[in-house]
């Protein structure tokens, strides 16, 4: 047992200790590209069982200076919850407790391991939702959600998971317990202070360990509406959607699939037949049942100019709405399966998930999508891309043989260069997976003198720079040592020396 585990140990339960080396390998990775290349063990975990291990685990790391990482279910794309620095990771999914579902004042009080998903399944029963809907709602904690500051589908209408995050319990670095958003209160609003949750939401554990939340909660909606569109030119897809919001209406989700995203759900489920058009929208709106469907008519009617074929019979085949639940279901199918689907498109290929999050203006899009696709042919990596066009975010699925390591150094530019090509054309390097490890090192060219305004908060908070050190800013960022074979466990394993960036 190493000193840190023995020490651990008088803190917390002997079984809330991991320190075995083939355990600690479990926490070596995350969702991300850089973590299936560069695995990095931490030198014990704790799994925290409540606030008060929290509290004592964080004493005990500030008075020794050990690093500490933060971790929910590990299905952040950044390196955000591994221990790049070594020290403790802190996991804190076994915190998974709701508290108190507060029907009246429509808020819910939880620790931060409860999983998306099983919270909305409770609240379902009492009508109620916590809106924000990422796709690995059954993976993702609240507490990764707040962290990473997660969007989703819906967030075009309902925001970020920011927006509904009334107030938290944070346990500082010095083990310093505070909550934030007013003590003990159940208010909705507050213009009290300093807005102390929004510094912590968004701030990816490099600030304090959220270990209880206060979320905002709304109604379901009673009626849901979809309407499908096919366009056979890029721009026009961006221009329905712009001619949309000039309508006045907010649909609660528009989906874009590029070609290549189309053709793969075809692959992966043939029965889908969808027509291989340059782009695909998915448009939903929800809200009272009788105005579903004449938002959704609008929205056919505005789009129907711009779609395949405009004015023939095949125009009128390619757009279509629906209020019927399965109907709606079926075209969601065709969004949900794309990112397993892309996979397909290239023999003995799996995706690397890097440069993979971008958010641009909205009138930019079809450009961005395009200068993409010319990224694509530059470096001779497939790249399909499908995003939520209504908020700008865009994800481009990169394929490569993991066991080739020239296609490994190939797709690391192809992200570098992806996440240029987002400043460049106005946006940021994440729409909603967060900076992490992986993208820090674009933090100086996207903010700029802020960023030392960030630093300033980020040195008085955690002096002893302990709290997940190496994410979000960019000092000092390791530069580790490869894996190969990182996606196909087959052929000879090569070595690669990796930039996180
Ligand atoms: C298939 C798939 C689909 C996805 N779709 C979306 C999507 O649509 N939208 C989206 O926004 N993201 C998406 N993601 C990314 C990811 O799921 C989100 O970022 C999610 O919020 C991470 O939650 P987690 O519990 O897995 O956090 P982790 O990955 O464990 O941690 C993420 C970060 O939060 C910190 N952290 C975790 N818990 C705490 C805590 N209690 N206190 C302080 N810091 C903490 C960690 O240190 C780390 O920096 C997707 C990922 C996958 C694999």
């Known amino acids: 047992m190493t000193a840190l585990a023995a020490d651990l140990r008088r803190l917390v339960q002997h079984s809330q200790v991991v320190d075995a080396p083939a355990e600690l390998r479990t926490y070596a990775y995350d969702a ?22 929290v509290v004592s685990v964080m004493r005990y790391a500030y008075e020794r200076g050990v690093p500490v990482t933060p971790r929910g279910a590990a299905s952040g794309q950044t390196g955000g919850c591994v221990a790049l620095r070594g020290g403790i990771v802190l996991a804190l999914n076994a915190l998974n407790r709701i508290v108190e579902i507060d029907v009246p004042n429509m808020q819910v009080i939880c620790e931060p391991g409860v999983v998306h998903a099983q919270l909305n399944e409770q609240l379902a029963k009492h009508r109620l939702v916590f809106p924000p809907d990422p796709g690995s709602t059954r993976m993702a904690t609240v507490g990764g959600m707040a962290a990473n500051n997660a969007h989703g589908m819906r967030a075009v209408k309902y925001g970020p998971t920011g927006a509904w995050v009334l107030g938290l319990h944070v346990v500082l670095p010095d083990g310093t317990l505070i909550e934030t ?6 208010a909705k609003q507050s213009s009290a202070g300093l807005e102390l949750t929004k510094l912590f939401v968004g701030a990816e554990g490099t600030l304090g360990v959220m ?60 029965a889908m037949n969808l027509p291989e058009v340059e782009a695909l929208l998915l448009f939903e709106v929800d809200g009272n049942p009788a105005g579903v469907g004449s938002d959704a008519a609008q929205i056919a009617e505005i789009v129907a100019p711009l779609v395949r074929g405009a004015g023939t019979a095949d125009g009128a085949r390619s757009v279509e709405w629906s209020v019927e639940a399965k109907r709606i279901a079926a075209l969601w199918e065709a969004r949900s399966v794309v990112g397993a689907a892309v ?6 290929a799996n995706r690397a998930y890097c440069g993979e999050d971008i958010c641009v203006p909205v009138a930019r899009i079809p450009q961005t999508l395009r200068a993409i696709q010319d990224i694509s042919q530059k470096y001779d990596i497939p790249i399909a891309t499908y995003g939520h066009i209504g908020g700008g975010s865009l994800h481009p699925g990169h394929l490569i043989d993991g066991r080739n390591a020239d296609d490994v150094a190939r797709v690391l530019q192809v992200a570098d260069e992806i996440h240029d090509l987002a400043l460049r054309m106005g946006g940021t390097t994440t729409g909603e997976h967060g900076v992490g490890a992986v993208r820090a090192r674009f933090m100086p060219q996207e903010h700029g003198p802020a960023l030392d305004a960030m630093r300033r908060i ?44």
């Open 32 to 53: 991300s590209f850089l973590t299936q290349l560069a695995p990095q063990s931490p030198d014990a975990v704790v799994i925290a069982g409540s606030e008060a291990d």
């Open 343 to 348: 996979g397909m498109l290239r023999p003995n």
């Open 211 to 270: 270990t209880q939340l206060r979320l905002k909660l709304m109604p379901i909606a009673p009626g849901r509406a979809i309407v499908l569109a096919l366009f056979d030119e890029l721009e026009n897809a961006g221009r329905a959607v712009q001619a949309v919001f000039a309508a006045g209406i907010t649909p609660s989700a528009i989906e874009i699939l590029d070609e290549r995203c189309v053709r793969a759900v075809n692959l992966y489920r043939p």
């Open 458 to 501: 980020k040195q008085a908070l955690d002096p002893k720079g302990i709290m997940n050190p190496g994410k979000v800013f960019p000092d000092q960022m390791p530069v580790v040592e490869a894996e190969l074979p990182i996606v196909l466990p087959v052929g000879e394993p090569a070595r690669a020396t990796v930039d996180p960036g």
């Open 181 to 186: 958003g007013s003590a003990g209160s159940r």
